[in-house]
Every structure is written in C-alpha cells, then in structure tokens.
C-alpha cells in the first residue's frame, strides 16, 4: 500500500528474472494483482502455472522503489520496496524475460471533505473496537492511524496495510481512486471485523461457560456409569443411541440424508434425555428413517392390456377418460415407469367416479394408492410441513403420504384440488405450494420444510380430482391435462346398476337377488325421475334404501321375493321428485327451456319473460351475477334493434314493463351461457308468440345477434337428454367440437341444431302468434306447425 515498506519473496521466474535485471537501491518497479492460473486459460500458461499480466484484476497498480535485494534461495530472490504512489498500468509488453508496462498518472479525486472526515472518524472508532473486543494490534498502528486522521487517503491506505486485510481487499482499496469510495471500501471492511470480532468474543465467552457445564456433566455422568456398572446395569440412552446408529448405517440412505442423519444422531447422544430439544430430535430422526428415500414398489413394468381390463371392470363408458389414462401409462412404460408430461385431472361432477379411477390404475400397475383431500386447505405448511423449531411441527401431507405408502412411487391422488383456498393469507397460499409439487421439471427436488431434505417426487404417479375447472387458479391449471367426465344418462345408470352397484350392495346389505328383484324400466325410471343428477350417488343411495327395507323385512321373518315395478317404486320411495320427460314441452309465450352448467353438471334451466303495463322498465329477479345481467341488458337490446323483422310494435317498449325471472331464486347463477335463452324469451314476451318447450338452448349473444361458442356444451347436452328433451340449439362451433364423446344412445336420440346467429334460433323455437292460422312447414326438421300445436311427420 502506499507509504508502506515491505520484503516481498518471489519464485515466479519473471519475478525473479525482474529482480534481478533491477539496479538496487533505486530502480522501481509496478505492483500489482492478478488472478490464479485457471483450467480456462492457455495451455502455455498452466504448464508454467504463471498468470498472464492479462490477467490482472485491474488496471491500478503501485509504484514501488526498490530499496535492498537478496537471494536466500536458488531460483528465488527477496526485494524491500517502499510503495511511492498508485500509477495507471497502460500497454504491457511480455516478450522479455520479464514484462515491462507503459504508465501514466491516476489522478485521485477527494470528494466532499465532510464525508471523508466522517468516514475516517468511523475507521477509528472501529480500530478502538477491535482493540476493546481482545483483537491484536501492534503498539504502533493506533498512533500511526490517529496521527493520519487529517488526511483521509493516507489513513485509508495504512488501515488496509495495518488492519489485516486480504490481498483481494487491499486490491480493492488500490483500484478505488476516488477517496470517499475508498474509505466507503474501508470503514464497511473494518465495521465488519468488528462485528465477527464481537462475536468471536461471545463465542468463546459462551464456550467457556459451556465447557464448564459439560465438564460437571460429564463428571456426574462418569460417576453415574460407574454406579450403573457396579450394579450391572448399562446406559439406556447410550444402548439407544447405539441401536439409532446401527439403524441409520443400514437404512441405506442416500449420501446428503445419511449424513445429515448422522449428524443430528452424534447431536441426539450429547442431549440430555430429558430435554425438549431430545425429543424434538428423536422425532425428527424417525421420520427420516421412515421416509422411503431409495424404497420402490418394484413394478416398473406396466401391463396395458391389464391396465384397460381393470379399467372396464369397474368402470363402465368413460371412453375418453380410459384412452387418455392408456396413453399415458404408455409413455410411462416407455420411459422405464417414470411419469412424464402434464398431470391428468379428472374434473367432473359429485360420483361419476374420479376418486375410484385412482384407485383402480394404482391396483392394475401393483403400486401402493394413497389420497388426500385439499378441499378447504388454508395453510402452506400442510403442503411443505412447518418448521421444526415450531411446537408440534410435522411434515407436509406430501411427505405423510409417501410415508404411509412406503415406497417412493405411489399412486399420488390429490382430491379437490378446485377447493384449495387461494390468494395471500398469514399462513401462505397452498396452490402455490401445489406448484412444485405437480410440475414434472421441479418436483425432483421438493423441498419439506420439516424434513429440510430434497425429496424426489418424479417417480410419483400423481392424479387430481375436481368439480369446477375454473376454481383452479390459473398457473396451477397450467400444469394439469384436463380429463373431463361430464356424468351418465339413464341408460348408463341402468348397465353401471347390473354390472356394478347390485352385486356390492346386496353384499353390504346382507340379502340377495332372490330376495329383491329389478327389471331395467324399473332402474331407468329410479335414474330418471328420483336421481337425474350427473352421478351416482343419488342413485346407489335409492338402491341402498329399497334393500334395507327389504333386509328389515327379512330378518322380521318375510321370505319370498320382491320384484319392484313402478307402484312398489313409489309405496317404498314417495312419489318421485321430478317430473316425467313429457310433462312441460307445451308451448308458452315468454317462457325458455335453457341449459346451465354447475360444478354438479348441466341442468335445465328455465327463464320466464313478461310484460306488464308500464313505462318501459326492466326488472330482473333471480340471484344473478354481474355476466347474467349483463345478458339480459344485451337481449333486450338486440330484441328492439329488431323488433320490426320480428313482429314487434315500437310502442311496446316504452308502454310495457320487461321482467325477466330465473326461477329457484336460492341458487346462485352467473355464466355466459343464458344469452340465447333470455333473448329468446324476451322475444316471445313482446311479439306474443309462444316458444317450443320441447328443444333447450345454449349459448351467448353479442348485440348484432352472433352466437358464440360457451363451455360445458357436454354436460348441458346430457341435461338436455336427462330431461326428456330430444333437441337442443347449440352454438354453431360447439356442435363441431364438443359432441363426439357423448354416449352413442344420445346422439341416436337427440337432434343437435347448429346456430350461428340469433335469426336462426327465432325461426326454430318461436311459432305463430295465436292469431295466426296459416301453416309453415319446416322441412329441415320435419315438423309441421300450425297455430299452437306440434305436430310430428314420420
């Protein structure tokens, strides 16, 4: 450092070529720094394992004058030097023995006064601390500092030379010519050894105290064993720190948890059993004996055709839902049993059986099935597990899983993953967790807080349930590969009966079918008319109620068969809660059959429009969202916009009162999907022309009277079907896209209409006003109307 004077010993053959072509006491030479020899640089350069000048870390050195010179060694030689000033280095020139370099001036630059002297009085403050904190100091570098504390560049410079700094940081002091910087550099390096100095002292404060109470427990304890000896008897904790370690040594774990286990056992043998950190640890410890870290099921390879035989004995259609399973355990078997690619989630409505179908492709691969449900879960930590200094801390549900099924790829099924809560909370937010669970490129090395070890999830098969694909937040939805079960029709329910739920019913329930007999009109009309919701439930809970009262009457002594027809049906069930197909298809003005979408699958959805005398006021009643009312705002609109192709008086809008109800006011509807229907009624409200009954529609309507595409086409479809209906107005683009997976006996026996635009949808549903006595005749759809009757042509 400048004004500094030190014997420098140099082996480096240029170093020693230079020193001694030097004429000394007098010559001066240029120090500087330059970075070690690397694998990176020129093979010349790593033979002689010299670094290039090129390699300097900067272009400030030090002008140095040589004082005194001396060889103590062959190939070696010793300069005193006296640092003069810094110098910037220019052009270099190694062709010599040693390099020789162009210099100019580096002009420093002092800054504001007021700084540098308030940075100098910290330095000295620090310097006073180090001393104060038990730090060894020459004698003479207090004073040398104090006395430089006019002078702020000097005194920056004599506390790099004097205070201990490194090489890399007395570099760093040379490089900086600006001089506030420079202290800036200085006083931040001193203020930290003072810190580490600090705590260094607390350190060995404490250790003293510690050793002094290990030495007393270590004494009592000495004198404990050899009480324990003289009786016989051994150490229990140190007969069961023996048996941790022999455990841990054959768990074969992998190297980063084995000794990270270690570690925490040698912390375990020198706590008191009776610590609350004892236990803690103890605890800690078993979990990571337990987890299965190198354990596996051993069934990498994936029979597909037992696979796709399982999955039709159990499970009867879901033909989409089978092939999209097949074809990714195929590339799983292709790759050795390793998942790949997007996780698949089966969202559907309540019991059509997304739960079961984990539970038979863990059965058909001979791998272990667990699942767990995050509906409702608020906290992160149940996904990563809490802290281990936290009271009652345990893994995450990740890790409880795997533990319970004991090998590191299982049949992972998270449940309800659409009820997950979201947003920021004190707790975190577990979709966000889910992130790194079901993302194949990170979860290799997911992270428990608990357990503080990566755990490798890429060998497991990981399946997601839900009801709403759109609670899903978007990121997470990202990950999955959407399976989509929109429910079963009556025809279905009927064959799932014979083939699946009698068998194990009349098993749960202690009877047989010679005590209970069935016929298929009897299953169909318990599907159509007591359970027409999209799953299975409702249906297997009508089954389950007709057995115990037969098992009620059994075990009271009745023996003889009961064959159920429909009069049995309803002495045993009450009459049935929904009406027959054909009991409301008469046409009425103002009143729309529409579909709905709900997390329960398609309903059928009616919208009653009417007129009053008024001042052209609308009235919308029904729990409706913002999208809902929005729609009614854009049909009336579109209604008056054509109002004289349609039929339409101009007075009727401001001499009339619009109200437009959607029945069952208790049930929240919100959706861009009713556009149609409401526009429909409207319609038919103001041009008292009835609607047709028998047909549903779908679908959204901008202001010009386009119709756009909307979601769950699939499960209205099935609505429309459940409910009788044997025609449904669809958008013109979902009629192309969404029905080639609805079952064969629905596209046998429904008409499905394409829709492009409002226009066409008026022309098929609205009939002739009652005033009306000429007959149309619509080829197309082989109807012939006349007034209000429907009649159909063969």
């Avoid at 098929?764 to 012939?784: C, F, G, K, T, W």
Wanted: hydrophobic share 45%; with cysteine; proline share 5%.
């Amino acid at each position: 450092m400048p004004g500094q004077t030190l014997a420098v010993q140099m082996g480096a053959a240029r170093n020693v070529a230079l020193a001694r072509a030097l004429e000394v006491p007098g010559a001066e030479v240029i120090v500087a720094v330059a970075r070690p020899v690397a694998e990176s640089d020129p093979p010349v350069a790593r033979e002689k394992g010299e670094a290039s000048l090129a390699h300097l870390t900067g272009r400030v050195g030090v002008l140095c004058r040589a004082i005194e010179r001396i060889e103590p060694a062959p190939e070696t030689a010793q300069l005193t030097l006296h640092a003069l000033r810094r110098v910037r280095i220019g052009a270099i020139d190694e062709q010599h023995a040693f390099p020789t370099a162009a210099m100019s001036a580096a002009d420093e630059t002092d800054g504001e006064d007021f700084v540098a002297r308030e940075l100098a009085a910290r330095v000295l403050a620090g310097v006073d601390e180090l001393a104060e904190a038990g730090v060894t100091l020459d004698a003479a570098v207090v004073p040398v500092l104090r006395a430089a504390s006019d002078a702020p560049a000097r005194l920056a410079d004599l506390a790099a030379a004097y205070l201990g700094f490194r090489v890399e940081d007395r570099d760093e002091v040379i490089q900086r010519l600006s001089v506030v910087e420079r202290l800036r550099f200085v006083t931040s390096r001193v203020e930290k050894e003072v810190a580490r100095a600090q705590v260094a002292a607390d350190v060995a404060r404490n250790a003293r105290t510690r050793v002094e109470r290990h030495q007393r427990e270590f004494f009592l304890r000495q004198q404990l064993r050899a009480i324990q000896s003289e009786l016989g008897e051994g150490d229990p904790a140190e007969r069961d720190a023996d048996e941790l370690a022999q455990r841990i040594s054959d768990a074969q774990l992998p190297e980063l948890v084995l000794r990270e286990a270690k570690r925490e056992a040698e912390r375990l043998r020198a706590l008191s059993a009776a610590s609350t950190e004892h236990q803690m640890l103890r605890t800690y410890l078993d979990w990571v004996l337990a987890m299965p870290w190198t354990r596996t099921s051993g069934a990498s390879h994936i029979e597909l055709p037992h696979v796709e035989s399982s999955l039709d004995e159990r499970h009867w259609g879901l033909r989409e839902a089978k092939e999209r399973i097949l074809e990714h355990l195929a590339v799983c078997e292709l790759r050795g049993g390793e998942p790949s690619g997007p996780i698949l989630c089966f969202v559907g409505p309540p019991g059509t059986g997304k739960t079961s179908l984990g539970e038979v492709i863990a059965q058909a691969m001979g791998r272990p099935f667990e699942r767990f449900s995050v509906g409702g879960m608020r906290d992160e930590a149940e996904i990563r597990g809490h802290r281990r200094t936290y009271v009652g801390a345990m893994p995450g549900r990740i890790a409880q899983s795997l533990k319970r099924a004991g090998v590191r790829d299982p049949v992972l099924m998270v449940d309800e993953i659409d009820k997950m809560s979201t947003g920021l909370s004190p707790t975190g937010d577990p979709t966000a967790a889910m992130l790194e669970v079901l993302d194949p490129a990170h979860n290799h090395t997911f992270a428990d807080h608990y357990l503080n070890l990566p755990l490798d999830l890429s060998g497991v098969l990981f399946l997601c349930t839900a009801n709403n694909l759109f609670d899903i937040p978007g990121p997470l939805r990202d990950r999955l590969e959407v399976i989509r079960i929109a429910g079963y029709t009556a025809e279905e329910k009927v064959e799932i009966a014979w083939r699946y739920s009698l068998p194990k019913l009349f098993q749960q329930h202690g009877i047989t079918d010679h005590d209970l007999q069935f016929t298929d009109e009897v299953l169909a009309l318990l599907g159509s008319r007591y359970a027409r919701e999209a799953g299975l439930r409702n249906f297997e809970r009508h089954l389950a109620s007709l057995m115990r009262k037969r098992a009620r009457r059994k075990a009271a002594g009745e023996l003889g068969a009961w064959v159920m027809d429909t009069a049995r049906l309803e002495e045993l069930l009450g009459p049935p809660p929904h009406a027959a197909p054909d009991a409301d298809i008469d046409p009425a003005i103002g009143t729309v059959t529409g579909l709905a979408w709900t997390s329960e699958g398609g309903e059928l959805m009616t919208i009653e429009a009417l007129l009053i005398p008024g001042r052209g006021q609308l009235m919308v009643t029904g729990q409706l969202g913002d999208v809902m009312r929005e729609s009614v705002d854009a049909a009336l609109s579109y209604v008056r916009s054509r109002a004289r192709d349609i039929g339409i008086a101009d007075s009727e809008f401001v001499q009339s009162d619009l109200h437009v109800h959607f029945p069952a006011g208790a049930v929240p509807k919100d959706g861009p999907s009713a556009g149609v229907a409401v526009t429909l009624a409207i319609a038919s409200a103001f041009s008292r022309r009835p609607v047709r009954r028998d047909i549903a529609v779908t679908g959204e309507v901008t202001l010009r009277g386009r119709i756009l595409q909307v979601g769950g086409a699939k499960e209205k479809v099935l609505a429309a079907y459940r409910g009788g209906l044997r025609e449904v107005l669809l958008p013109s683009l979902n009629a192309t896209q969404d029905l080639r997976d609805l079952p064969a006996e629905v596209l046998r026996r429904v008409v499905f209409r394409g829709v492009g635009t409002m226009d066409e949808v008026l022309a098929r549903a609205l009939l002739p006003s009652a005033d009306e006595h000429a007959v149309v005749v619509d080829d197309d759809a082989s109807i012939v109307r006349e007034g209000l009757g429907v009649l159909e042509r063969d």
